[in-house]
């Protein structure tokens, strides 16, 4: 694995831009597609069942477009929106920290508490680790397919680049709003975005971004401090990936 560099402010590893860049043409990370479906298992387990979901994942009905509600019962209540003691008081507030083992985005509000969010982790997510600065956020962003992603799935071509992209609104896999990533000034090429479904939560399902529930990624577009650090924790779960572009 390509060392990583140290930044001298905290001992958070850095991305450098050759792995930056040898990640991005491996595995086309701007995609952010959503998942292709999985054969069927022979024997499906019964569907765990939970408690119903707190209001604020109910509808939202003042978005350009609509959003609509978590269905009760089905998302596990430690991926649920919530305040937490914070993990990491020792980052200024803005500060956001992904754990991919875990499946967890927290936001750091204070010294002593922040906010945390359950996600879905790309495969990709689980070979990135460091500290990327955020950049600009976008509401309802355009999607961009980049041709290493069409020369997989030809059907995507009418959304490439060159073609402008596929717009904003309920078929657009980047959901209701994006984060953009940068490390020195460059593109990672990754992104914190929207269109999780309750089921992606804690699992690898998307061709490198970070997924969350649009609600939650509202939320977080809220409270957002530009230019903050994103902190990604290096995995030790492969395991995980259960799902892959």
Same mark, same amino acid.
């Given at each position: 694995?390509?060392?990583?560099?140290?930044?001298?402010?905290?001992?958070?590893?850095?991305?450098?831009?050759?792995?930056?860049?040898? /990640?991005?043409?491996?595995?086309?990370?701007?995609?952010c597609?959503?998942?292709?479906?999985?054969?069927?298992?022979?024997?499906?387990?019964?569907?765990?069942?939970?408690?119903?979901?707190?209001?604020?994942?109910?509808?939202?009905?003042d978005?350009?477009?609509?959003v609509?509600?978590?269905?009760d019962?089905?998302?596990?209540?430690?991926?649920?929106?919530?305040?937490?003691?914070?993990?990491?008081?020792?980052?200024?507030?803005?500060?956001?920290?992904?754990?991919?083992?875990?499946?967890? /985005?927290?936001?750091?509000?204070?010294?002593?508490?922040?906010?945390?969010?359950?996600v879905?982790?790309?495969?990709?997510?689980? *070979?990135?680790?460091?500290?990327?600065?955020?950049?600009?956020?976008?509401?309802?962003?355009?999607?961009?397919?980049?041709?290493?992603?069409?020369?997989?799935?030809?059907?995507?071509?009418?959304?490439?680049?060159?073609?402008?992209?596929? *717009?904003?609104?309920? *078929?657009?896999?980047m959901?209701?709003?994006?984060?953009?990533?940068?490390?020195?000034?460059?593109?990672?090429l990754?992104?914190?975005?929207?269109?999780?479904?309750?089921?992606?939560?804690?699992?690898?399902?998307?061709?490198?971004?970070?997924?969350?529930?649009?609600? *939650?990624?509202?939320?977080?577009?809220?409270?957002?401090?530009?230019?903050?650090?994103?902190?990604?924790?290096?995995?030790?779960?492969?395991?995980? /990936?259960?799902?892959?572009?």
């Amino acid at each position: 694995m390509t060392r990583l560099l140290c930044n001298k402010d905290q001992d958070t590893p850095v991305l450098t831009r050759r792995k930056l860049l040898s /990640l991005a043409a491996a595995a086309g990370l701007t995609a952010c597609a959503r998942p292709e479906p999985e054969p069927a298992a022979p024997e499906t387990p019964a569907a765990p069942q939970y408690p119903p979901v707190p209001d604020f994942y109910h509808a939202i009905t003042d978005e350009p477009h609509p959003v609509p509600a978590v269905p009760d019962g089905s998302l596990a209540p430690e991926y649920w929106r919530q305040e937490v003691t914070n993990p990491w008081p020792e980052h200024p507030r803005g500060t956001i920290v992904i754990d991919p083992n875990d499946a967890l /985005l927290h936001f750091v509000e204070s010294p002593e508490r922040a906010m945390r969010y359950g996600v879905s982790v790309g495969a990709a997510g689980f *070979d990135w680790e460091g500290t990327a600065r955020l950049q600009f956020t976008r509401e309802w962003p355009v999607w961009k397919v980049p041709e290493s992603m069409i020369l997989r799935r030809p059907e995507l071509e009418p959304y490439s680049v060159a073609n402008g992209g596929m *717009d904003p609104g309920p *078929d657009n896999p980047m959901g209701a709003r994006a984060l953009y990533l940068f490390q020195d000034g460059v593109d990672t090429l990754y992104r914190i975005h929207g269109d999780a479904s309750p089921w992606e939560l804690g699992r690898a399902v998307s061709s490198g971004c970070i997924r969350m529930l649009n609600q *939650d990624v509202i939320d977080l577009n809220d409270r957002s401090v530009h230019g903050a650090a994103v902190i990604v924790l290096p995995s030790q779960k492969p395991e995980l /990936l259960t799902s892959v572009y």
